[in-house]
């Protein structure tokens, strides 16, 4: 008898434990962990399920994976930019995941077409000028910032930044490298002072007028919209008359080595619903990839607008021409 009762307490504390131990999820991750951890608080209280984040730059954070392999805590890999996602999926870090909600909630053109990556939220990288010195009717599109009437006006952000390869990518993909290669050329020449190694930095020189047009992500003039010191930056969507804005994304994958997938895929469903985007997308000031959601005050005024339906794939898959051809027209 005693040891039918002993049995029946150890078999409830077995049937317990197993209610409340539910795995840890660990993210890997290169965005700034401040902007995903209240989201990962709400998770936990919604699920029980604890998300821990490791985080780094990229190419680091990827090694990690790639070396720890089986053994890595890492079931979630999450990062900024298509060409960064791409290359993750190239060197095999991720597990190609087939999920109807990731699928109905992300749009086709948003997502890797194998399903190893997911974008979570949209970076529109676009035309940025001082009102001071330009006038909005006289822009349009990148390619239009070739032309002589910027010569000695345009700021630009390195090469060497993969938002600068993405753009290049965008266009490699719309107009062929040849004419692509004339464009960013003609971007070279019309540099007033030489290339910024960050978009902050290049707006704070299009508001202190030391040059008048540049081109950056969005977010970047998001965070100096309430500082009057930069009142004088204005947003121009490029591109309306034709292909639309460059758009680039934040995305995440189930790493190929998570022991933990199920659960993995269900929170990057979570951080695709309508319950979590307006939050994953407005922490960074970035559009959310679902369409219909809110966004924030200073994106609600700069109106909608017409985006490139480039496959963000794409992007990835040209970041080579992309160096190659800012290589040949000098472009640092
Ligand atoms: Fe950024």
């Not at 965005?31 to 998300?51: C, F, M």
């Not at 993750?88 to 890797?112: C, T």
């Not at 990839?289 to 339906?309: A, N, Q, T, Y």
């Amino acid at each position: 008898m005693q040891f039918i009762k002993l049995l029946l307490i150890s078999t409830i504390l077995v049937s317990c434990n197993n209610e409340t131990n539910l795995e840890p999820l660990t993210i890997y991750t290169s965005r700034q962990p401040q902007l995903i951890e209240p989201l990962l608080e709400e998770y936990k209280e919604k699920t029980g399920i604890e998300v821990r984040l490791l985080s780094g730059k990229a190419p680091q954070l990827m090694e990690r994976i790639l070396v720890e392999g089986d053994k890595t805590q890492a079931d979630i890999f999450m990062t900024v930019d298509a060409g960064v996602l791409w290359q993750a999926g190239e060197k095999g870090i991720f597990e190609s995941v087939d999920s109807l909600i990731l699928k109905r909630n992300i749009p086709q053109h948003l997502r890797d077409p194998s399903g190893k990556w997911f974008g979570l939220s949209k970076r529109a990288r676009t035309i940025i000028y001082s009102a001071d010195s330009v006038s909005s009717a006289d822009l349009s599109s990148y390619e239009d910032l070739a032309y002589p009437l910027w010569n000695n006006k345009l700021c630009l952000r390195t090469s060497t930044k993969v938002y600068s390869r993405s753009l290049m990518a965008s266009m490699i993909d719309s107009m062929g490298y040849e004419k692509t290669k004339m464009i960013v050329r003609g971007w070279v020449n019309n540099l007033a002072t030489e290339v910024f190694s960050s978009d902050t930095q290049v707006l704070k020189a299009v508001s202190a007028g030391q040059c008048g047009v540049t081109i950056v992500n969005t977010y970047y003039l998001a965070r100096l919209a309430d500082d009057p010191a930069y009142s004088n930056l204005r947003l121009h969507w490029a591109n309306q008359e034709n292909r639309g804005t460059h758009v680039n994304i934040s995305g995440a994958g189930v790493t190929r080595f998570s022991k933990n997938k199920a659960e993995a895929i269900k929170l990057l469903e979570w951080l695709s619903s309508a319950d979590a985007q307006e939050t994953y997308a407005g922490a960074n000031k970035e559009f959310p990839v679902m369409p219909g959601i809110k966004v924030g005050k200073p994106l609600e005024s700069w109106g909608p607008f017409k985006e490139d339906l480039i496959s963000v794939e794409k992007l990835g898959s040209l970041q080579k021409d992309a160096v190659l051809l800012a290589q040949e027209v000098g472009y640092k």
